[in-house]
Structures are given as C-alpha cells and as structure tokens.
C-alpha cells in the first residue's frame, strides 16, 4: 500500500517537475506551425483556416503555462487532454496542411518534440502507449494517400518517430532509478 | 558621527565615538573588552592602541582616541560582531591587529577557494555520471540506426535501381559501425563506460554520418535521412553537459540548413520546420536533463533534513 503511494507521488512530481517540457515543447511547435503557414499565405482564406490551430494550441498552452508559473501545475488528466489535442491538430495539418498534404506533407516533424515531451513526463505506459497512437494516426493519415506511400521513407519516419518515444521512455526509468538511489543513500543513516 | 573622531583600525577613514561599524568600510569597531564586569582598571585602556590611561582621563594620552566611561561598557545591547571582534584582537597591538586581520583574510580566501575547488569536482562528477547514464541510450539509438539502414540497404536492394557494388559498401561501413558499437556496449555492460572524449567523438560520428550520408543523395532536400537527426540530437542531449549539446545541435542545423536551402527545390518554410523541430528535440532533452539534476540534489536535501518530501502536486 505504501509502495503504491509512493509510485503515485513519484508520478505527481513526474508531471510538476516535467509539463515545463510539454510547455516549450508546443510553443516550438506553435513557433514551427504559424512559420509554415504564414510564410504560406496566398489568400486571407488560408490565413483565417490556418490561424485557427494556431490559436486553439496558444490558448491551450497559454492556460497550462499560466498555471504552472502560479505554482498549480495542472494534473495527468488535463496533459494527457492537451496531448491528444496537439496529436489531433498535428495530424489535421499533415491530412489537409498548406504545405504538402497526407504523405507528401513534411509537417510530421510537429510529432517529434511531443512524443518526445510525453514520454520524458509520463508513466512508461502512458508514454508507450502515446507513441504507438501517434504512429496508428499518422500511418492512417498516410493511408488516404495509399498510393503515393514511398516504403522506405515511410519505414525511417516510423522508426524515428517509434524511436524518438521509446529512447524518452529508456532515458526516463534509468533516471527514475537513479533518482531513487540518490534518495535511499540520502534518507540511509550514517555509516 | 560625533565631533570626537578618530581614525579606523582598518581604512584610516574618521569615525564618530559612538559608532559600532566604520561607515567606509563597514569594519566593527572597538567598544568594549568585556560588558559584564564592573568598572576596573581595564576601563582606562585606550580602545584603539591598548595602553593604560589615568583614570581620570578623557582622552587617550598616547593617541588620541576618547576614552569610554563604564556606563557605556554596561550596554544592554547585543554586539556579536563587537565580541568576536575584541576576543580576537584584544591583546595585539594595532599594528599586529592589521596583520592578524590579512592572515584571517587569507584564511577565508582559501576556504572559499577549497569549497569552490569542491563544487567543481562535484560539477565535473555530476557530468561524469550524466555521461555514464547517458551512454547507454545512445548506443541504443546508435542500433537503431544500424538496424534501420541496414533494412533500408535490404529493401533497396530488392529493388531496379539498386547499385550493388554501392550498398555492399554501405551494408560493409554498416558492419565496421555495429562492431564499434558493440565494443562500446560491452564496455558499458562491464561497468567501465567509454571515456568522455570517446563518447563525444562518437556522437559526433553519428552526426557526421547522417549528415555524409544525406549528402550523397541525388536530392539533398527530398533525402529522409534528415529523420535521423531527432533521436541523435535528443541522445546527446540527455547525456552531455548544454555547452556541447548547443554546439552540437547548432552545428548540426547550420549544416543541413546550408546543405538543404542550397539544394534544388528547396522550400523555405519546410527546411525551417525541420531545423525548429531538431533545436526543439535538442532543447527538451537537455531541459529535461537539467531538471533531473536539480530534483536529485534538491530532494536530497529535503530528505536529508528529516522530511518526506512536500506533496508538491496540490
């Protein structure tokens, strides 16, 4: 029972001590998105239509940022929220983007620092388990251009992107235990 | 500062005869010898040169200085700074007083330095540790690399456009990348991880390499290697100190940037989408890095201090 406790505050202080991560994680893939689209503007159309995710990650990150310098970090259910949110907005820009659409859109970099960020604050199976939808959603997003799909390229974006989340989460429990053994020789008595 | 003045046992600078710390140089000032004892012969010491006055005497018939009466010895007033200060000066004389004063400073001067020293060999075995750490995700990525270009190399040799003589040279420096790799890895199983020189150079292999390998390709631009670059910048970053990861990951954009923008069909907008992204990896993995060191050293002391550690979640 006091070993569950344990593991449950270690989580909290995962997400207090880590969502400044996820924090500039978006603000990079804010930065990256209004680039692409703005450098991209042929009609106001496209300005309205691509201000739109813009906006909704500004706000989102503006709220989770906000509570985070008052000192009232927000829980894992809200950065779990936010994280399906960005991998939803990411994912609309590769299926519809200005810039190269399904496949031939080159915005499924915006994934990188995400999976990445989830996986340095989350859980092991949190993070596994965001890496692995992010992958479902971009291969079905692929998939609407079946035939464009270059094998290869595919396989290196996939690989990379399954890497990026699984190194996160490596690189994660060694310095969970590291951490631990720091505390045990810390709290251990003397001598 | 009052009309009766007399110089600083430390700048010369006048002070009043009621101060308690020179205004100059902020230097605690002679008062008392000992503030609890009655009135006795001590009484009628100069309390700048030490020598016995006539009781009766207002000033210091060698020097100077006014003398005190008892009334003021008898203050009530708390002067840690005073009582340290006479405990250890007051049987020297002030020329002895300057000197013992240098001596003390030279004391607190190589105490600072020897804790500074110390903070150093900490800092420099927090990076060794960060390296040790570090070194095994790195050669992890550094299979992944290997296994993935070795199933690309397959792949494309299943195909019409395969040049053997070309990927068996690939698939050949594949090998010699693996053995160096599986050198390392036993090395760090042994429990005697690769030296920090060793690490660095080699991380700056895999970026070299992704880096040569993007450049022999037709179209540099539309090359997917490029991919390659997250996992890379973000195993260094998690392992090196921010210094060399910046360096790295700057070197690392301004190349493929370069390399990129100079290619044919270059668009702008997606090579700048690519570099942010790479400087994102590098950042979040470093802050990341940094983040642990501080909840390492900083919850150790919480702990050390008798507590469980505060429910920093509410």
Same mark, same amino acid.
């Given at each position: 029972?006091?070993?569950? &406790?344990?593991?449950? &505050?270690?989580?909290?202080?995962?997400?207090?001590?880590? &969502?400044?991560?996820?924090?500039?994680?978006?603000?990079?893939?804010?930065?990256?998105?209004?680039?692409?689209?703005?450098?991209?503007?042929?009609?106001?159309?496209?300005?309205?239509?691509?201000?739109?995710?813009?906006?909704?990650?500004?706000?989102?990150?503006?709220?989770?940022?906000?509570? =985070?310098?008052?000192?009232?970090?927000?829980?894992?259910?809200?950065?779990?929220?936010?994280?399906?949110?960005?991998?939803?907005?990411?994912?609309?820009?590769?299926?519809?983007?200005?810039?190269?659409?399904?496949?031939?859109? &080159?915005?499924?970099?915006?994934? =990188?620092?995400?999976?990445?960020?989830?996986?340095?604050?989350?859980?092991?199976?949190?993070?596994?388990?965001?890496?692995?939808?992010?992958?479902?959603? =971009?291969?079905?997003?692929?998939?609407?251009?079946?035939?464009?799909?270059?094998?290869?390229?595919?396989?290196?974006?996939?690989?990379?992107?399954?890497?990026?989340?699984?190194?996160?989460? =490596?690189?994660?429990?060694?310095?969970?235990?590291?951490?631990?053994?720091?505390?045990?020789?810390?709290?251990?008595?003397?001598? | 500062?009052?009309?009766?003045?007399?110089?600083?046992?430390?700048?010369?600078?006048?002070?009043?005869?009621?101060?308690?710390?020179?205004?100059?140089?902020?230097?605690?000032?002679?008062?008392?010898?000992?503030?609890?004892?009655?009135?006795?012969?001590?009484?009628?010491?100069?309390?700048?040169?030490?020598?016995?006055?006539?009781?009766?005497?207002?000033?210091?018939?060698?020097?100077?200085?006014?003398?005190?009466?008892?009334?003021?010895?008898?203050?009530?007033?708390?002067?840690?700074?005073?009582?340290? @200060?006479?405990?250890?000066?007051?049987?020297?004389?002030?020329?002895?007083?300057?000197?013992?004063?240098?001596?003390?400073?030279?004391?607190?001067?190589?105490?600072?330095?020897?804790?500074?020293?110390?903070?150093?060999?900490?800092?420099?075995?927090?990076?060794?540790?960060?390296?040790? @750490?570090?070194?095994?995700?790195?050669?992890?990525?550094?299979?992944?690399?290997?296994?993935?270009?070795?199933?690309?190399?397959?792949?494309?040799?299943?195909?019409?456009?395969?040049?053997?003589?070309?990927?068996?040279?690939?698939?050949?420096?594949?090998?010699?990348?693996?053995?160096?790799?599986?050198?390392?890895?036993?090395?760090?199983?042994?429990?005697?991880?690769?030296?920090?020189?060793?690490?660095?150079?080699?991380?700056?292999?895999?970026?070299?390499?992704?880096?040569?390998?993007?450049?022999?390709?037709?179209?540099?631009?539309?090359?997917?290697?490029?991919?390659?670059?997250?996992?890379?910048?973000?195993?260094?970053?998690?392992?090196?100190?921010?210094?060399?990861?910046?360096?790295?990951?700057?070197?690392?954009?301004?190349?493929?940037?370069?390399?990129?923008?100079?290619?044919?069909?270059?668009?702008?907008?997606?090579?700048?989408?690519?570099?942010?992204?790479?400087?994102?990896?590098?950042?979040?993995?470093?802050?990341?890095?940094?983040?642990?060191?501080?909840?390492?050293?900083?919850?150790?002391?919480?702990?050390?201090?008798?507590?469980?550690?505060?429910?920093?979640?509410?």
């Amino acid at each position: 029972m006091e070993s569950l &406790q344990a593991e449950t &505050q270690e989580i909290k202080e995962d997400i207090f001590f880590g &969502q400044v991560i996820i924090i500039w994680a978006r603000w990079f893939v804010v930065l990256g998105i209004a680039a692409v689209l703005f450098l991209n503007v042929r009609e106001a159309r496209d300005l309205l239509v691509g201000l739109i995710p813009v906006l909704v990650l500004m706000l989102m990150n503006f709220y989770v940022h906000g509570s =985070y310098l008052l000192e009232r970090p927000v829980g894992q259910g809200l950065i779990v929220i936010t994280g399906v949110v960005d991998l939803v907005i990411i994912s609309l820009l590769v299926l519809l983007g200005p810039v190269g659409q399904k496949f031939g859109s &080159q915005l499924f970099v915006f994934y =990188y620092p995400m999976v990445l960020a989830f996986a340095f604050i989350m859980p092991r199976r949190w993070a596994i388990a965001y890496t692995v939808l992010t992958l479902l959603v =971009y291969v079905l997003v692929c998939l609407f251009d079946i035939g464009q799909i270059e094998g290869r390229e595919m396989f290196v974006r996939l690989l990379t992107l399954g890497g990026i989340g699984g190194l996160g989460s =490596y690189y994660w429990r060694i310095m969970r235990r590291r951490r631990r053994a720091a505390l045990g020789s810390a709290s251990a008595p003397p001598g | 500062m009052s009309a009766l003045d007399y110089p600083c046992p430390k700048c010369g600078k006048k002070v009043g005869d009621q101060d308690r710390f020179c205004q100059n140089c902020g230097e605690a000032l002679f008062v008392d010898v000992d503030t609890t004892s009655e009135p006795a012969e001590t009484d009628y010491l100069c309390p700048y040169c030490r020598r016995e006055n006539e009781p009766a005497s207002s000033f210091c018939i060698f020097c100077g200085s006014p003398l005190r009466t008892s009334e003021a010895r008898k203050s009530p007033v708390s002067r840690p700074a005073e009582a340290k @200060h006479n405990e250890v000066y007051k049987d020297l004389a002030p020329k002895q007083v300057v000197n013992s004063r240098k001596e003390l400073r030279k004391e607190e001067n190589g105490m600072q330095q020897a804790e500074k020293k110390d903070n150093e060999v900490q800092e420099n075995l927090e990076v060794q540790e960060d390296l040790a @750490h570090g070194q095994i995700v790195i050669i992890t990525f550094r299979w992944l690399i290997i296994i993935g270009a070795l199933i690309v190399t397959l792949w494309t040799l299943a195909t019409p456009e395969a040049v053997i003589g070309r990927q068996a040279l690939v698939t050949f420096l594949l090998l010699v990348y693996a053995a160096v790799n599986f050198i390392l890895l036993t090395r760090y199983l042994r429990r005697s991880p690769s030296l920090a020189g060793v690490t660095y150079v080699m991380s700056l292999v895999d970026l070299i390499l992704i880096t040569v390998v993007i450049a022999i390709q037709e179209d540099i631009f539309k090359s997917h290697v490029y991919a390659y670059y997250y996992p890379a910048l973000m195993v260094l970053a998690v392992a090196f100190p921010t210094r060399i990861t910046a360096v790295y990951t700057v070197g690392a954009i301004v190349v493929y940037g370069l390399m990129s923008s100079l290619s044919a069909g270059a668009e702008f907008q997606q090579i700048l989408s690519r570099l942010l992204m790479m400087a994102a990896v590098a950042f979040c993995a470093s802050l990341y890095r940094k983040i642990e060191h501080d909840r390492r050293t900083g919850k150790a002391k919480l702990f050390s201090l008798g507590g469980g550690g505060p429910d920093r979640s509410s």
